[in-house]
């Protein structure tokens, strides 16, 4: 599913990908391409906006949706879908269930007034697990199949699939009443033993974790961020532990989950992921 195509409906239909349709302009411009391609029976995939506010159809534009469809014959309709704005907290249980009534009934008239059977999918990665009663015909599972959710979801049915990792690139002691870092953010207050690692803001390693906010695993061992983190480095108070230059050290992964990493950074697990910079090599293992 592409998400966003109204600037790359040739390279959807060239590699037999599937739009979401998110607007009556998109859909129109969708059609008109389809109709000079001299294509027909496009499957797409419809948005609907429930509460949400982002992307979607609203429910006042159900009748002229429901038009555009009937006089088509250039689309096929997969799939009906919606997002729920928030589902993973219990205080928003009662929006989560207006919001499902809702798509219901806009997927209901859309149903009955086209004559056309499709799928209907609403459930994210949190709905599965709290609202197994809004699963529809399919679910989403999307942070999911990273093994992250919200802490109190987890309840071990997820497992991690994903590990960040760096390398020691020096160890120095620091003496007393020295600084470390950009700005001076850092004095030590007794002798220390500080490791450098390679990682900093530039690979996704948030900034805001400077100072004894973040730590990483050295050898299994929480060790604090000292200072600053500059764009390529970062510095980690390891006094007290034993480590050597060039030993691993875990940024996130099993036993340093990155939904720990997300509330140490005031943010949310997706950010760390989607995060990772690019520079930062990637190994893939199957099974």
């Known amino acids: ?9 040739h390279q959807i239909i060239q590699h037999q990908l599937e739009a979401e349709i998110f607007s009556l302009s998109v859909l ?29 159809f609203q429910s006042d534009q159900m009748d002229a949706l429901c038009s555009l469809i009937i006089s088509s014959e250039e689309i096929e309709i997969r799939s ?29 008239h859309i149903s009955e007034k086209t004559g056309k059977t499709f799928m ?36 071990g049915l997820l497992q991690n699939v994903s590990t960040l990792k760096t390398t020691i690139s020096q ?36 900034r805001s974790l400077s100072n ?14 000292i200072g600053n983190i500059c764009m390529d480095m970062t510095m980690l108070d390891i006094t007290g532990l034993h480590a050597t230059e060039g030993d691993e050290v875990i940024v996130f992964g099993k036993d340093l ?12 697990p997706y950010e760390i992921l989607t995060g990772v910079s690019p520079r930062v090599r990637r190994i893939y293992f199957e099974e």
């Open 257 to 268: 989950s990155v939904n720990t990493l997300a509330e140490w950074a005031d943010t949310i």
């Open 171 to 206: 160890i120095k002691t620091v003496r007393k009443g020295e600084s470390i870092g950009y700005s001076r953010k850092a004095v030590s207050k007794v002798d220390s033993v500080i490791a450098i690692v390679r990682i900093g803001y530039a690979d996704g390693y948030p």
């Open 28 to 56: 129109q411009s969708f059609r008109q391409y389809l109709h000079e391609a001299g294509i027909k029976l496009y499957p797409v995939h419809l948005e609907l906006d429930t509460g949400m506010h982002r992307l979607g």
């Open 120 to 155: 209907r999918h609403l459930s994210n990665s949190a709905a599965i697990k709290r609202h197994p009663s809004l699963q529809f015909d399919m679910v989403r599972l999307g942070i999911g199949l990273y093994g992250a959710d919200a802490p109190a979801l987890a309840e």
């Open 80 to 108: 009906v879908f919606s997002h729920l704005a928030g589902s993973d907290e219990s205080m928003h249980d009662a929006f989560t269930f207006e919001q499902a009534d809702l798509f219901e009934k806009m997927t209901d």
């Open 1 to 9: 599913m592409v998400m966003n195509p109204d600037s790359c409906f």
């Open 212 to 225: 004894g906010k973040g730590k990483m695993l050295v050898n299994g061992s929480y060790a604090p961020v």
